[in-house]
């Protein structure tokens, strides 16, 4: 009998990467990036989330027959031992930044990014992602000043939804500008 990984955070890794190496190709095959997989404890249950994404977004339905794969493909591998919850679902709009590829692919967005150490007396930054550059993710603060990360500090980073970007600055006009969009004068 294997023992119940799950319960340590230095076996937690370990499931979650045999849990990634077998939802990788299985993701690949379906046309889907995997965005993340997580390993939970929600009071005594033990949970796998597997968010994926594709361009046009991910369906209910593509939630299901990967949950269905995958969910059979780690009962076959006897990656968990006992029970488990599998949980299959888009990243959301706010969704996690777990590569530089996903920095350099969400430039121009706006972020939230939290490091392991603080800077200049803070750990959490917010604004215009820059992209990525040497190892580092750069954001540029709403004071418009840019700072850049070494993606090994980076804690976690997400894309953010700002309700109002579109009134701020909508199409690249000039803020004052309340000009009538297309049509002539």
Not at 47 to 60: A, E, N
Not at 75 to 103: A, F, W
Not at 117 to 137: K, S, T, Y
Request: charged share 35%; net charge positive; hydrophobic share 35%.
């Amino acid at each position: 009998m294997r023992p119940l990984r799950f319960l340590s955070a230095g076996s937690k890794v370990e499931v979650r990467e045999e849990v990634r190496q077998l939802a990788q190709p299985l993701a690949e095959d379906d046309g889907f990036e995997l965005v993340d997989v997580e390993l939970a404890s929600v009071g005594r249950n033990r949970v796998i989330r597997v968010s994926l994404d594709k361009p046009g977004g991910v369906s209910i339905g593509d939630c299901s027959r990967f949950s269905r794969r995958l969910s059979d493909c780690l009962d076959m591998n006897q990656t968990v031992p006992g029970s488990y919850y599998l949980e299959v679902s888009s990243p959301g709009l706010e969704r996690p930044l777990r590569t530089l590829e996903h920095v350099e692919r969400f430039a121009g967005k706006r972020v939230a990014l939290a490091t392991h150490e603080p800077r200049d007396g803070r750990r959490r930054w917010e604004g215009e992602l820059l992209g990525a550059r040497d190892g580092a993710a750069g954001v540029r603060t709403e004071e418009g000043e840019e700072h850049w990360f070494e993606w090994a500090g980076v804690k976690s980073a997400r894309l953010v939804v700002d309700p109002w970007e579109g009134l701020r600055n909508p199409k690249g006009r000039a803020a004052g500008d309340r000009r009538p969009r297309g049509g002539s004068r």
